[in-house]
């Protein structure tokens, strides 16, 4: 079931000032993450883009057997990928120690053709010393989802993660719905031999970070469901750093991936802006909302949005290319944008892909071959730098999450303890192969088509209130109806009179699939549901039907409570909906919605009551 949250940002001062922590923390930003009813249902709810961090709860046990052949096996029924034409895929799998099983390898790194690490879930690190034919695991008595590894040199390199049982609470910028755990940074300075451990001041996923000559600089998210973020530096360089302090850098998006060009010239990738502030901010990195790379001149002190780079969804990869000159970016939807000039304008390229892509690398014997990686085991070739590209294999349901070069081979990671290699030339010689076509999309039912037009308008007010902060906000919303297909619509949603709740834009678009409407009419009075969900569970109860006026209107309607159990972050959330039996209310049909939620913050649990009501409706053609 997909499951989309809707965020708030809940602050003290006219929504414009900060929660202070209940340990007498500095001041620091809150972002409690909330589900304000928006007359759609929130399991209908979905912001465009995929989650790349999500973990399939499929775990093939041919899978796992091809891990524990030899180095170039591929036997029938192994999990080696399948190409179109019937040949085996370029990659092959790589033996790794039983503790991975059903873990997610997130980030790999190699220093030479023999050193490199793997990092992953409940703090998994392994290590190799002879080019990946054998791993040992490195023990970081942590854990956390350690998200990434980067090295910058022989000696230099760092570990990034969030999510570790023994984190102190942070004091920084949090969001709620999250453990109030702060993230976590390990960096070693002799090749790996020791490592040394920090903790960032946010509960933030730490999706990536930087070692350059000056500060360390990392990136961090809200999460798939709370695109925001800053870039986090350490006060000063590493060799000096007490581990402690950290300077905060507003960015208002999540962000992947950071690099450092050179002393000076640093390159960001993330999200577009899709996090709403109150007052708005006025600084170009939020008004250029849409572009997904921010760009530094100065070490990092200050950043600056790309143009080109604007998108409706993220970026997820960087990748520095000839010499420095050129800069790839790599993200949903299978986008690579690539960047002449250090990442100051940008350029998409024709990937002839649709599938997420998650990661970049450019082969050490042959800078030219540049690999892609990404969903369903995605592999994108090229062999001119980044400009012309060729789908190399497609696979199953698992991702691709992270890729580094050793030597004369390609390492490659990913969901369910997938770790595979491939060698440069093969995959440089690996013919062009297609997916298959999709199967045919069925037709819309009678019902669909008598709710759902282009061009329907439905106007509603929606009232919030948090008494424990003292906060009420009244607004009104209009939500039209822009494009229809087979499987769903596209819902434009403008707020037109009042101030929108801080954290949902003044404009948004949402899609919404007809399979994530249930049709109540075929429900009995007191039928039940539970779905279970990666958030927690819904239980949804058809209450006894009912009438709802508006205005001179009276509407028969269907009463459905929703109880949502979160298992982090958040207490329970109860939704009562009234929807119209009539297909008069174009889209989702609710008439009427009422949500009382309780939010964990730094000042205890505070609850939030939000009622919605249908004023005016207009059809389309």
Known sequence: MKYAIIVLVLTLLGWGAALPSSDNSP??????????????????????????????????????????????????????????DGGSSPWEPIELPEMVAGRALRGVAFIDGQSGWIVGDKGLCLETRDGGRTWKAEDLRTQATLRSVRFVDAKVGIIMGDGDTDAPKPVGHIVTGRAMRSGTAFWTQDGGETWMKSYLPTNFEVRCAQVG??????GISGGEDHLDGDILRSSTD??????????SYRCYRALFDIRALDDRR???????????????????????GKCRVLFSDDGGETWSPANGSEGPKSLRALLIAKQGARVLAAGDAGAI????????????????????????????????????????????????????????SWGNSGAFLSIASAGDWFIV????????????????????????????????????????????????????EVPSLNIKRNYQKVEKITSLTSTGFTLEVEVVKGEPIPGEPQTDTLDISFKDLPDY???????????????????RTRLADQTVRIGEKTWDCFVVQSNVELSVGSGPERVKRWIAKSAEIPGTGVVKAEVTMELDSPRGRVTLRQSTRLLTVGRGE
């Open 27 to 84: 001041l620091a930003p809150v972002c409690p993450r909330t589900l304000p009813y928006r007359g759609i249902d929130r399991d209908s709810a979905h912001k465009s883009g995929r989650r790349a961090d999500r973990l399939s709860t499929f775990q093939s046990s041919l899978k796992h057997q091809a891990r524990r052949l030899p180095l170039g096996t591929c036997p029938r029924g192994s999990a080696c990928t399948l190409l179109r």
């Open 213 to 218: 000559r000056g500060p360390v600089q990392f």
């Open 238 to 247: 590493l060799g000096a750093w007490n581990a402690k302090d950290f300077k």
């Open 266 to 288: 640093w390159v960001a990738a993330g999200s577009p802006v899709s996090v709403g502030f109150m007052p708005t901010p006025t600084e170009a990195l939020y008004t250029k």
């Open 337 to 392: 944008l690539a960047s002449e000039d250090k990442g100051t304008s940008w350029r998409p390229l024709n990937t002839g892909c649709d599938h997420d892509l998650f990661a970049l690398s450019s082969s050490v014997t042959d800078p030219q071959v540049i690999i892609a990686v990404g969903d369903k085991e995605t592999t994108l070739v090229s062999l001119d730098g980044g400009q012309g590209w060729k789908r190399a």
């Open 413 to 464: 990671v990913g969901e369910n303890a997938m770790a595979r290699r491939a060698g440069v030339k093969s995959l440089a010689e690996a013919k062009s192969v297609s997916p298959p076509a999709a199967p045919p999309k069925p037709g819309l039912t009678k019902a669909q088509r008598e709710r759902v037009r282009v061009g329907d308008r439905s106007t509603y007010e929606v009232d919030v």
């Open 521 to 539: 009419s075929t429900w009995k009075v007191g039928d039940e549901r539970e779905e279970r969900h990666k958030y927690g569970k819904t239980i």
